[in-house]
């Protein structure tokens, strides 16, 4: 049983469509992040939280819109998405958002934008 | 500058041998920490080890083991008696301790293992 978990688990849009993935963590944990994992590429970090507020946003284009309404969800809002913005998109949480903490990942939801 | 080289991108052995897949980093840091995770094709990455930049003894854990070496800058996971179930893609990743606040690890690009039946 999986300590994080996503909806969907699969996605498909279109490039005028808005959509939002979901992300859930029942760890008790107090950081939670966005990934992109795309072919051939290494993970990019998107989007850090910790206790709710935004620590770190990696030069995302702005169609990406994360939200953490507490510490124990999270959001991605897509909007006008690019064909290129097809990939996995992993969410993971920590204990306190530390450098060094130990990072669970959900199962990841798989986006393709047509 | 990339900082996690994972050089084997695939690596393909029969069952019941013994495979190591390679990690080298590089930082500047004095404190850091290394990260094996595992990919199976569900897509959810596994934590296997985590592993500090002052502990410097080699991890057994089954049939896994770690090999963290300083002084190259590398940390090798081996299996021992592979089986099929260990096929997936396994990444390596580092943390540095420099800096305020939170921040995400930084991946290998990964190294495909399939074990054959």
């Known amino acids: 049983e999986t300590g994080v978990t996503q909806t969907p688990r699969h996605l498909v849009m279109g490039m005028t469509n808005k959509k939002s993935l979901k992300c859930e963590q029942h760890?008790?944990?107090?950081?939670m992040y966005w990934y992109k994992q795309s072919a051939k590429k290494p993970l990019e970090l998107m989007f850090v939280y910790s206790l709710e507020e935004r620590v770190e946003n990696n030069s995302v284009p702005s169609r990406f819109s994360p939200e953490c309404p507490n510490s124990s969800h999270l959001f991605l809002h897509l909007h006008t998405l690019q064909p290129e913005d097809s990939a996995l998109y992993l969410c993971?949480?920590?204990?306190?958002?530390?450098?060094?903490?130990?990072?669970?990942f959900g199962p990841g939801t798989r986006l393709t934008v047509l | 500058a990339q900082k996690v080289t994972q050089a084997q991108t695939e690596i393909s052995v029969v069952e019941k041998e013994d495979v190591t897949l390679d990690c080298v980093y590089e930082t500047r840091d004095t404190t850091y920490y290394l990260f094996w995770y595992k990919q199976p094709p569900s897509g959810e990455l596994v934590f296997l080890i985590r592993?500090?930049?002052?502990?410097?003894q080699n991890e057994i854990s089954g049939r896994y083991s770690w090999n963290f070496q300083k002084s190259t800058s590398s940390f090798n996971f081996t299996i021992t008696a592979s089986q099929v179930v260990d096929s997936a893609v396994y990444f390596c990743?580092?943390?540095?301790?420099?800096?305020?606040?939170?921040?995400?690890?930084?991946f290998g690009k990964g190294t495909h293992l399939i074990i054959q039946p």
């Open positions: 993971a949480s920590s204990q306190q958002g530390a450098r060094t903490d130990t990072q669970y």
């Open positions: 760890l008790g944990h107090n950081a």
């Open positions: 990743a580092l943390s540095e301790s420099s800096g305020g606040g939170a921040d995400g690890l930084t």
């Open positions: 592993r500090n930049s002052f502990d410097e």
